[in-house]
């Protein structure tokens, strides 16, 4: 939505909190602050314990690599992680919603 500053901001002040975030909150959050990269995400999300995680965290990787590659005018590649992610079924998430409206694919 533009606020690209003030969100890094937020991230930056939160991962340095005093309570910073853990585990899989804090690999999004590491990606989004480009200190983690696109590939390390996807590992991270698949080395998940549960298949049920594992496929969740592969929704959310996805959508947020999407979100990245639209940022940087990757169109094309962007649709491809959304896709992905709408694969999951992971009809719940926030990140699954998302996707579809980036598809034009309005669902549950």
């Not at 937020?10 to 989004?32: E, I, R, S």
């Not at 947020?64 to 992971?90: M, P, T, W």
């Amino acid at each position: 939505s533009g606020m690209t500053a003030e969100s890094r901001a937020l991230l930056d002040a939160t991962m340095n909190g005093k309570t910073p975030p853990t585990g899989w909150v804090a690999k999004v959050c590491a990606y989004l602050l480009d200190q983690v990269d696109e590939q390390n995400l996807l590992d991270a999300a698949a080395s998940a314990t549960t298949p049920r995680d594992k496929a969740r965290q592969g929704c959310e990787a996805h959508y947020f690599a999407g979100q990245k590659q639209l940022l940087r005018d990757d169109a094309a590649k962007a649709a491809e992680s959304f896709r992905q992610c709408v694969a999951s079924k992971e009809y719940t998430l926030s990140a699954y919603r998302g996707a579809c409206f980036e598809l034009g694919q309005f669902a549950n």
